[in-house]
């Protein structure tokens, strides 16, 4: 069965600060990779996918994340983070076969000092 | 397009009422997604139909969950009878077909049963 980790359950970081989730999934094969993001109270935002191509791929509000199949890693990254990021963020997998259902990992929780 | 659109927000029952969810996925899109949210167990999919068709509930935690699509703009999660272990944040999802599309969630129901 597909698993997804997100090791950090909670990350800290300064307005304008870098910041990098990780996230790590097990699976057969290459599967479709997701980060979304959840606000106080709300529902969850993608912010951006992975299908195929392109390695690095580019988001919403200034977020990347980079695929790396040798670590079967699918990081979050963006270079100066904002107070209205803070929020939890979720990488979801999903098969790249028929299957449509998306696997979750645990999330993070961001705080961003001012 | 106004999104996915859940109902109620929110909603506290008594235990041992029937509780009754609904969503209105984003119209042209065939495929519906049930998943929960709880500080335990994270996000987990309860119940995916295509074509108003159930595909996948095995992850409806037991008989007590029903979920129905009538049309292809309506569905229902049903609790009946409601027990305090099923309070958590229940969030409607839908998506396109076709392999490189992603899901788009309500803003979920958060369940109190007291």
């Known amino acids: 069965a597909q698993s997804v980790t997100q090791p950090d359950i909670h990350i800290t970081v300064s307005e304008g600060a870098s910041l990098e989730l990780r996230c790590n999934y097990s699976y057969g094969a290459t599967p479709y990779l997701f980060w979304y993001v959840q606000s106080p109270g709300q529902g969850l935002q993608l912010l951006l996918k992975?299908?195929?191509?392109?390695?690095l791929v580019q988001g919403i509000k200034g977020f990347e994340a980079e695929f790396k199949r040798s670590q079967s890693s699918f990081n979050l990254r963006k270079p100066s983070v904002h107070w209205s990021d803070a929020a939890e963020y979720f990488c979801a997998v999903r098969p790249s076969g028929s299957a449509r259902q998306l696997t979750f990992g645990s999330g993070t929780q961001l705080t961003v000092l001012p | 397009d106004a999104g996915v659109i859940q109902s109620p927000r929110h909603e506290v029952t008594e235990m041992g009422q029937e509780v009754t969810l609904r969503c209105k996925p984003i119209s042209g899109h065939d495929y519906l997604f049930w998943y929960r949210q709880t500080m335990m167990r994270g996000l987990e999919l309860l119940i995916y139909?295509?074509?108003?068709?159930?595909?996948?509930d095995s992850g409806m935690p037991e008989d007590r969950f029903s979920a129905k699509m009538p049309n292809a703009s309506f569905s229902t999660l049903k609790i009946q009878p409601s027990e305090p272990r099923d309070s958590a944040v229940y969030f409607c999802?839908?998506?396109?077909?076709?392999?490189?599309?992603?899901?788009?969630f309500g803003q979920g129901t958060r369940l109190t049963v007291v």
């Open positions: 992975y299908f195929s191509g392109d390695t």
């Open positions: 999802a839908s998506s396109l077909t076709g392999p490189n599309t992603e899901a788009f």
């Open positions: 139909f295509n074509n108003n068709v159930p595909i996948d």
